[in-house]
């Protein structure tokens, strides 16, 4: 299987951007997909997961209301949509496919088994 991030871009603070993760190849075994994210001199950070069967997501505290995680399972896509983004949102974007059943473990990198390339995303004051 095979992970394409898209979307990025620059915007304004209090803009909005859309990503777009898509997967090709054998898709038949992943259970959910996950959003991460690296900041300029800063490790990888849990942004937002999604269960491909049942729709459950769960995100990271400083996104919570802002950002919405989505998927079309018929087109092997999930979106990240980012509203009322803020300058500390500036971030190269990672998606991320998983084998894991349990959501709770989705926080974590060692969960996925394929990483997609990042997609920038620079959030202006």
């Known amino acids: 299987v095979q992970l394409q991030a898209s979307g990025g871009g620059l915007v304004q603070a209090g803009g909005s951007l859309r990503l777009s993760c898509t997967a090709s190849g054998s898709t038949f075994r992943i259970y959910g997909v996950g959003w991460f994210r690296q900041a300029p001199g800063k490790e990888h950070e849990f942004v937002t997961a999604i269960t491909w069967s049942s729709g459950l997501s769960y995100y990271v505290d400083s996104v919570a209301g802002r950002f919405t995680i989505s998927g079309d399972r018929a087109k092997n896509m999930v979106y990240l949509q980012m509203n009322k983004l803020k300058p500390e949102d500036t971030a190269v974007y990672y998606c991320?496919?998983?084998?894991?059943?349990?959501?709770?473990?989705?926080?974590?990198?060692?969960?996925?088994?394929?990483w997609g390339q990042g997609t920038l995303v620079t959030v202006s004051s």
């Open positions: 991320a496919a998983s084998r894991a059943y349990d959501i709770d473990t989705y926080y974590r990198q060692t969960s996925y088994h394929v």
